[in-house]
Structure formats: structure tokens, C-alpha cells
């Protein structure tokens, strides 16, 4: 007998009923196809695996389903209460980097995301914030203002809290303003350091004459080998000469700001007339030389073998096959082109050429040649002990101490703003902002003392407080994490219910 002739049947011609069941709610729901655990499970897979890859993954478990019947469950479950947590954090996200930012809310003292917003401007914060039946005492935010007039607005008496890695973070991009005001200091003390090459550029790169206010774009002069005054020079390599091309435009565009800037024309007009950004255009004439740009590096496993490679260079081995054999003696376990391509800046002119037909002989190690740091990576050199170094670095942070005496005090600021806010010194804190406003050669330092004493209280509360913003920036790069396993698919309410973990 099936099924349906086990149920009881209806005899009442009026009804439209025709078979009774008895609703078994533990097993379960009304007019439900799946069982509550099994719903539980579908729910649980979707908001760690998604839509699509969830259903990869209940098919391995043996549940047939499909990816749009988990988007469904997720939508389904139930909203929480929509607290607002006594202790929060606030800060924006990307929907789209550049185009579209949202903005997160984290309770400090259950670990978890309360809630998603649209947008991150000051009014939605604002209206989230009043619609909540208790507003927050203590709300850690980074230093924008936007989040600021909103707390603001909407729970005056919050204490609010700026994120300490922000401040040391701000800290240090007002060093590297500071070093990209003072280009010709960092050349000088580049050519210092490194006697044997002139100041502009390397001379791995085209020569180009920089050293006045005045620059001209020059062809690109390769010197010949003085042991063989008849020798081929090789030309430029392709990249070189588009290196050589990028700066000569360059060039031209910084002659082309000082000259607008010495008629007298203002900094909106020059920047509208030149198409720039008014940012870059305020670093090229607060600059004092041309800026130069730092060669970019790629560590590679090699790297790790340079001192016995030139150990061997030295004693006339200049094979790349038989330099990669021994480095991989001692544990190297890359290709030999990667060692050529090391080692070839090493080479003479006439040895790029094979105009050399012996052995070279054993000549003293090729000494490690410094590259120009960026600003960003000199900063971190004057203000970290236990960074590691490439060669020549530590006499170039030498040389600037020495001979550039913003660079010297602003470094030496750097560190002791960095300690007071690691030792949580509030009185070094203060001591601080009163010697940085009296150096009259780091305008930047002082500029950023300034923005300190407009926001005082965030500061002193993010000292005094042990509440900082990091558990929400931990939730942000989690929130980036679902966002890209998501695809598409990354809506603001499926988004909200797979980091919240609960209901639209």
C-alpha cells in the first residue's frame, strides 16, 4: 500500500480536504521539505562557503541541494535584536577601492560584527547610531572626521578613541612628506656615500643632467671602457631606454611646474593647466630638486646567496651554470637563469659583448653597489633599529644625520612619538607635541603635532584606554576575504548575513 492510501481520507463531501497528516514539528516544520537539523546545516555551510561552493561542498556530503536554495536559507534566517554594544568600533570598507566604501560596526566586548552600512558618510552613521535604544559609551574609529561629527551628533557624551596604530601610522607618513621635501639632501648624501657614482642617476641608468632648478633633459651617455679605447659600447636596452623616455618627460613636467610657479600663477591654476592632481603638484615644488624615483626591488631566493656569488665573481668564476652549482651547495634551489640575471650587472661592457676570450682573472669582490631608497623605505630605516638593511643604507641614514638637520631631528621625533605610544606615556605624549611645535625645520612634524592638539582627546583616550581599533580591522580583512570568495554575488545583504552571521 503506498503512501497515500496510509493516510486517513476525508468522507465529507463538502470539504475540499481530502487527506489529514499529523504535523510532526520535531521532525519537521509545516509545508518544510528538509528536517530542522539538515536546514541548520545548509545554513552553516552557506555562510562559510557561499552560494556555489557550498553546494560543492553538501554534494560531497551526500545533501542534494543547489547554490540559490542556500542564498534562500541565508535570507531566511532570523534577524537579531539589532543592539548597539556599550563598547564599539566603526570603520569603512570597500565595496569597490575607490569608487564605493561601506562601513562596519564591531562590538568590542561579544568580538562580532553588528552591522553593515551602506555607505560611510556621517549621516547614515549618525541616523544607525539614534535608531539604537541605548547609545554607546566608548567608540574606537580611526581619524576621520566623518565618523567623528557622527558619534558626535548622535552620542555626545560617547568617549571616543583613536586607533593608536593609525597615529603611529600618520606619524610616519608625515616623516616620508618630510623626506620629499628634501631631495637634493637625500642625493647629495647618496653620492657621499657612494664616491664613485654621480649623483644623477645611477649609472646603471641614462645620465640626465639634474643638478639645478633649471633641468634639462640630456641624451643618455653610456662612458666607454677605459682599458679598451676602441671597444663596442652596447647600446640601451629596450627597457632602459623606455626608463630613459619616462624621465625625460618627467623632467619636463617639473621644468614646467617651476616656471608656471615663478610667473606667478597659483597652485589650482597650474594644476589645471598641466592636468595634475594638486597633491603631486604640492610635492614637486615643495621637493627643492627634482624627485628622484627609487629603484623598484624584488627580493628573490637568490638574494640570500649574494656574498658567496661575489666571492666567486672575485676569484674569476663567471659562469652562471657553475655559480648556481655551488650556491646550491649550500641550499640554493632555484634556476640558473635567475643567478644570470643576478649577476649581470656585474659584467664589463666587453664581457656583455664575449669580447673576452680568457678567463678573467681573480680581481678584488664586487662591492655591493647602494640603490636609492624611497622615501617611504628611508623613513622606515630612521625610525626601525632591527629593520633588515640592504648594503650601504646604514652610512646613507649615517651621512643624512650628519649633514641634514631636518631629516636628523624629524627621524629622532619619529621614534619618540613611536615609544610614547607603545609605553602608553601620556605625560611623553605631551612633552612631545610641545617639542615638535618649537623645531622650525620640520614643518611637517609640526603640522601633525598641530592635528594631535585638534583631536586631544581621541589621543589621550587611545593612551589612557586599553580599547583600540585593531579587532575591527581585523573584521575588515575578513569582510575582504568573504567579499572575493563571493564573486558577484557580494550584496550588501547577503554580505551583511555572512559576516554578521545573522538575518537581512
Known amino acids: 500500500m503506498g503512501l497515500r492510501g496510509a493516510l486517513p481520507r476525508n468522507d465529507n463531501a463538502d470539504c475540499r480536504r481530502r ?34 561552493p557550498g553546494q560543492r561542498l553538501c554534494g560531497k556530503l551526500g545533501i542534494t541541494t543547489s547554490g540559490d536554495t542556500i542564498l534562500r536559507r541565508l535570507r531566511a534566517m532570523p534577524r537579531d535584536s539589532g543592539h548597539c554594544g556599550n563598547i564599539i568600533g566603526v570603520d569603512d570598507f570597500a565595496f569597490r577601492r575607490g569608487q564605493h566604501y561601506g562601513t562596519i560596526i564591531v562590538d568590542h566586548e561579544s568580538g562580532g560584527v553588528i552591522d553593515l552600512l551602506p555607505d560611510r558618510t556621517s549621516a547614515t552613521l549618525e541616523a544607525w547610531v539614534a535608531a539604537r535604544p541605548a547609545a554607546p ?86 662612458k666607454p671602457v677605459t682599458a679598451m679605447p676602441n671597444a663596442v659600447v652596447p647600446p640601451l636596452s629596450q627597457s632602459q631606454q623606455h626608463s630613459a ?31 595634475m592632481a594638486r597633491r603631486q603638484l604640492m610635492k614637486l615644488l615643495n621637493a627643492g630638486a627634482f624627485p628622484e624615483r ?4 624584488h627580493t628573490q631566493q637568490v638574494d640570500q646567496y649574494i656574498d658567496p656569488l661575489r666571492q666567486q665573481w672575485a676569484e674569476g668564476i663567471r659562469n652562471a651554470r657553475a655559480l648556481t652549482k655551488y650556491i646550491r651547495t649550500l641550499g640554493y634551489t632555484g ?71 631636518p631629516i636628523r631631528v624629524g627621524g629622532e621625533l619619529a621614534r619618540s612619538f613611536g615609544d610614547a605610544v607603545r609605553n602608553r606615556d601620556l605625560s611623553a ?18 603640522g601633525f603635532a598641530q592635528g594631535l592638539l585638534r583631536n586631544w582627546p581621541e ?28 564573486f558577484g554575488r557580494a550584496k550588501l545583504d547577503l554580505l551583511r548575513i555572512r559576516v554578521t552571521g545573522s538575518g537581512p
Open 294 to 297: 627609487a629603484k623598484t626591488r
Open 19 to 52: 487527506i489529514f497528516a499529523e504535523e510532526l514539528p520535531d521532525l519537521a516544520h509545516r509545508r518544510a521539505r528538509v528536517t530542522p537539523r539538515l536546514d541548520r546545516a545548509m545554513v552553516r555551510v552557506g555562510l562559510e562557503c557561499g552560494g556555489e
Open 459 to 486: 589621543v589621550r583616550a587611545a593612551i589612557t584606554l586599553p580599547w583600540s581599533n585593531g579587532r575591527t580591522e581585523g573584521h575588515v580583512n575578513r569582510l575582504k576575504l568573504i567579499k572575493r570568495k563571493m
Open 137 to 222: 559609551s566608548v567608540v574606537t574609529r580611526d581619524r576621520s572626521g566623518v565618523y567623528a561629527k557622527a558619534i558626535t551628533a548622535a552620542a555626545p557624551d560617547a568617549v571616543q578613541v583613536a586607533d593608536r596604530w593609525h597615529l603611529l601610522a600618520n606619524c610616519r607618513e608625515a616623516l616620508v612628506r618630510l623626506l620629499d621635501r628634501h631631495h637634493a639632501s637625500i642625493t647629495q648624501a647618496l653620492a657621499t656615500t657612494r664616491p664613485n657614482t654621480p649623483a644623477h642617476p645611477p649609472s646603471d641608468t641614462p645620465a640626465l643632467d639634474v643638478s639645478g632648478p633649471a633641468l634639462v633633459a640630456t641624451t643618455a651617455v653610456v
Open 245 to 275: 623616455d619616462r624621465r625625460a618627460l618627467r623632467v619636463s613636467r617639473y621644468e614646467k611646474v617651476l616656471e608656471l610657479h615663478q610667473q606667478g600663477l597659483s597652485q589650482r591654476a597650474i594644476a589645471r593647466e598641466l592636468k
Open 429 to 446: 605624549l605631551t612633552a612631545w607635541t610641545g617639542r615638535a611645535l618649537q623645531m622650525p625645520l620640520t614643518n611637517n612634524m609640526n
Open 335 to 405: 634556476g640558473h637563469d635567475m643567478v644570470r640575471r643576478r649577476v649581470a650587472p656585474w659584467r664589463t661592457p666587453t664581457e656583455r659583448l664575449g669580447l673576452v676570450g680568457s678567463k678573467p682573472k681573480p680581481r678584488s669582490p664586487v662591492p655591493a653597489r647602494l640603490q636609492r631608497p624611497s622615501s617611504d623605505r628611508l623613513s622606515w630605516l630612521l625610525i626601525k633599529d632591527d629593520m633588515a638593511r640592504r648594503a650601504g643604507e646604514t652610512d646613507l641614514v649615517a651621512e643624512l644625520g650628519k649633514n641634514c638637520e
